[in-house]
C-alpha cells in the first residue's frame, strides 16, 4: 500500500471535493483521481460515491478513514523521531513539559535523573498546556508532562503523578480575601488574572463560569509570576494560583483560597500517544517520573 494514496485518499476525505484536494496537493485532478481508485482497487471497495455535483463517503471509506489518519500520523512521527537522532546514533527523550509541571515536582528532576542515567540525554521543552499535548499527537514529542488529562484522551495513554488544586490568591482588601473557600456564584462580576488562552486553566475556567451562569473577567498573566503577582495585588485584584505552592517573596499577606469544586484542579499528568512502544531508556525515564506520584496514583 502506497503511503501517497492515503494522503490523497484523506486530503479529499477533507474537502469532499477532488478539484478542491487536487488543488491543494499541487497535482491534477486526473492523477488524484487515479490514485484513489487504485487505493480502492487495492483494497476491493469502493470509497466515495459521487451525488450530483457533490461527494460522500461509503460506509467503507467511513470506516477507514480514521485508520488511515492513525497511519499516517503514526509514519509521520516516526520520521520525526528519526530526524531527532543524532549521527552517532543517540536518540534523545523528547518530553514536551507545561510550563511549571517539572520545577512543581522537582526543581533539580533532569538533573537528578542525569545522576544516575548519564547515557540518557532529555531534550525538554518547555511551553503551555494545550501546544504541549499537541506536540505529542503532531510526532514533535514523545510523551508531555502536563496538566490535566490530556484531549482527546482516547490518543493518549495517561498516569496521574501529582494532584494539585486551584486557588484564589488575593490581597487585603479584596473581597474574597475573608473566605475560607469559595463556590463559582462567589466570583461573579469579578476580575481574574490566570493563564491566558493556550492554558487549560482558562478555558476550565471559562467553562465553569458558563454553567454557573455567571460573568467572569478573566485577564490572561504574562512574563515573570513575580512582577506579575505584585501589579495585580498592588491593584487590589486576584489571582490564580496553585494551592499549596510555594508563596512569592514579600507576599505574605496574601491569602490562598480554594474551590469548593474538585474539578478546578491543576493536576499534573504523565502522557504518551496511545500504546506508544517506549524504549528502554524512556522506559526508566517514565519509572523515574511516576516516582514522584503517590503509591495509589500510579
Not at 479529499?12 to 497535482?27: E, G, H
Not at 506536540?135 to 490530556?150: S, T, Y
Not at 499577606?253 to 469544586?261: G, H, K, L, S
Request: charged fraction near 25%; include cysteine; hydrophobic fraction near 40%.
Amino acid at each position: 500500500m502506497e503511503l501517497r494514496n492515503l494522503y490523497y485518499f484523506l486530503q479529499v476525505c477533507d474537502d469532499k471535493s477532488f478539484s478542491a484536494a487536487a488543488t491543494r496537493l499541487y497535482i491534477t485532478q486526473q492523477a488524484l483521481s487515479k490514485s484513489v481508485k487504485a487505493l480502492e482497487k487495492e483494497l476491493g471497495s469502493e470509497l466515495f460515491k459521487k451525488t450530483g455535483n457533490t461527494i460522500r463517503l461509503t460506509p467503507y471509506g467511513e470506516a477507514i478513514c480514521p485508520i488511515c489518519r492513525e497511519m499516517v500520523r503514526n509514519f509521520e512521527a516516526g520520521i520525526k523521531k528519526i530526524r531527532s537522532i543524532t549521527p552517532d546514533g543517540a536518540a534523545p527523550l523528547r518530553m514536551a513539559a507545561a510550563y511549571q509541571a517539572v520545577d512543581t515536582l522537582s526543581f533539580t528532576l533532569i538533573e537528578d535523573f542525569h545522576q544516575t542515567h548519564p547515557d540518557i540525554y532529555i531534550r525538554c521543552d518547555a511551553m503551555p498546556d494545550l501546544p504541549a499535548e499537541k506536540a505529542v499527537l503532531d510526532g514533535e514529542a514523545d510523551f508531555v508532562l502536563g496538566i490535566g488529562m490530556p484531549q482527546p484522551r482516547d490518543q493518549f495513554d495517561s498516569w496521574l503523578i501529582r494532584p494539585l488544586a486551584l486557588c484564589i490568591m488575593a490581597g487585603p482588601g479584596h473581597p474574597l480575601y475573608t473566605q475560607d473557600a469559595l463556590r463559582m456564584s462567589d466570583l461573579d462580576g469579578l476580575t481574574l488574572h490566570c493563564a491566558g488562552p493556550q492554558f487549560k486553566t482558562y478555558h476550565l475556567l471559562r467553562k465553569k463560569a458558563a454553567d454557573a451562569g455567571i460573568t467572569l473577567h478573566l485577564i490572561p498573566t504574562s512574563g515573570n509570576l513575580y512582577t506579575t503577582y505584585r501589579n495585580v495585588f498592588a491593584r487590589g485584584r486576584a489571582v490564580i494560583g496553585i494551592l499549596g505552592a510555594q508563596g512569592e517573596p514579600e507576599l505574605d499577606a496574601v491569602r490562598q483560597i480554594p474551590f469548593e469544586d474538585p474539578e478546578l484542579n491543576w493536576d499534573i499528568y504523565l502522557s504518551c500517544r496511545k500504546d506508544y512502544r517506549r524504549s528502554a531508556a524512556e522506559e526508566a525515564f517514565f519509572t523515574y517520573i511516576r516516582s514522584f506520584s503517590n503509591p495509589e496514583n500510579r
